[in-house]
Every structure is written in structure tokens, then in C-alpha cells.
């Protein structure tokens, strides 16, 4: 009988960390995010890359990322209003578009959402054309500055990730 509770105690375990998923912090200017499975730290490159997170969708050719970016000094980065149409600017014409105002326990995170044909590439690069994308991105305050978070992708890979990435932004703040 000893022999039987041992392998359905493993197999208990280990249903437990696959219904719970796996949890991760990352560090971003003093907050922390929790985020769980399907996401996954990875290695950032590029400028201002303060982290970077990576899921597998369904729907998508290859994972998706979210970016936090972080610029040095009071300010960095630019203010609410520049950010958000920066954002939208990064479509073809006039995108689907939605703007919210979250609460996070007294501080106000901007949620920006929009869909259509996304330029995508580097800042500064060519761009490709991306039709059915979707942004989701926000803005955290984080002391003198503010922490920018960007996830694109196909649209219906991001609506799959669209909760978990507003759970990941509150992360910080919640109780």
C-alpha cells in the first residue's frame, strides 16, 4: 500500500504546479511584476529594454513579447499624451482604438489598446506591414518617471494574452 501513495503523491504534485503555472518577477525602476505561465522572462536587447517577457499563442508564428522600457531622468520617455499617439502612430491610417484609465491602488496606469495594420520594425529601420496586429501597451509611474510596457502581435494571439497583460501591469500595486 506504501508503494501506491508514493507515485499518486507525485502525480499530485505535479498537477498542482501545472494548474498554478509557473510564477516569475521581474525588477523594472524599483516595481516588481508578477507575471505566471504561458510567460517567460527572456533576454532584452536594445536600447532602453529594461525587460522583456515572452509567451507561445496559439495563432501566432512565434512568441510574443511584452517590453518594458525604462529611460533615465525625471520625465524619461516623454509624457502620457506623446506616448499614447506615438503609439497609434505606429499604424497605417487610423487603428481600432481604445483607451482606459486603470486604478492601481491610487495611481492611474494608461492602458492603450489598438488593431489594424501595424508598421512593425525598429525605431529607426525599415517596417514591415503587419495586417490584423494588435498593440497593447501601458504606462506605469514609477517614481520620477515611468515604465512603458508594449505587447504586439497577431490580433487574435493578443486578445488571448489581453487579461493577463493587464494582471501583469497592476502586478506592482496589488495588495
Same mark, same amino acid.
Given at each position: ?16 504546479? !501545472? =494548474? #498554478? ?6 525588477? =523594472?525602476? @524599483? ?32 512568441? !510574443?513579447?511584452?517590453? %518594458? ?7 524619461? @520617455? ?7 499617439? #506615438?503609439?497609434?502612430?505606429? %499604424? ?6 481604445? #483607451? ?11 492602458? !492603450? ?16 506591414? #503587419? ?8 504606462? =506605469? ?7 512603458? !510596457? ?14 493577463? %497583460?493587464?494582471?501583469? =501591469? ?6
Amino acid at each position: 500500500m506504501k508503494f501506491l501513495l508514493i507515485p499518486t503523491f507525485i502525480a499530485l504534485i505535479s498537477l498542482t504546479s !501545472v =494548474v #498554478r503555472g509557473e510564477e516569475g518577477k521581474l525588477e =523594472v525602476n @524599483g516595481l516588481t511584476f508578477k507575471f505566471a505561465t504561458p510567460w517567460a522572462e527572456i533576454q532584452s536587447t536594445g536600447m532602453f529594454r529594461a525587460g522583456t517577457l515572452s509567451a507561445k499563442v496559439e495563432g501566432a508564428e512565434k512568441p !510574443v513579447e511584452a517590453v %518594458f522600457y525604462s529611460f533615465p531622468g525625471p520625465g524619461g @520617455g516623454g509624457d502620457t499624451e506623446a506616448n499614447v499617439k #506615438r503609439w497609434l502612430g505606429q %499604424f497605417q491610417g487610423t487603428p481600432e482604438s481604445k #483607451r482606459e484609465e486603470l486604478d492601481a491602488g491610487g495611481k492611474k496606469i494608461t492602458l !492603450v489598446t489598438a488593431t489594424g495594420t501595424y508598421n512593425d520594425g525598429p525605431p529607426m529601420g525599415a517596417k514591415t506591414p #503587419r495586417e490584423n496586429y494588435s498593440l497593447i501597451a501601458a504606462i =506605469v509611474p514609477a517614481g520620477e518617471s515611468n515604465i512603458f !510596457v508594449k505587447l504586439t502581435g497577431p490580433k487574435d494571439a493578443i486578445a488571448k494574452l489581453a487579461d493577463d %497583460f493587464k494582471k501583469i =501591469v497592476l502586478s506592482p500595486f496589488a495588495k
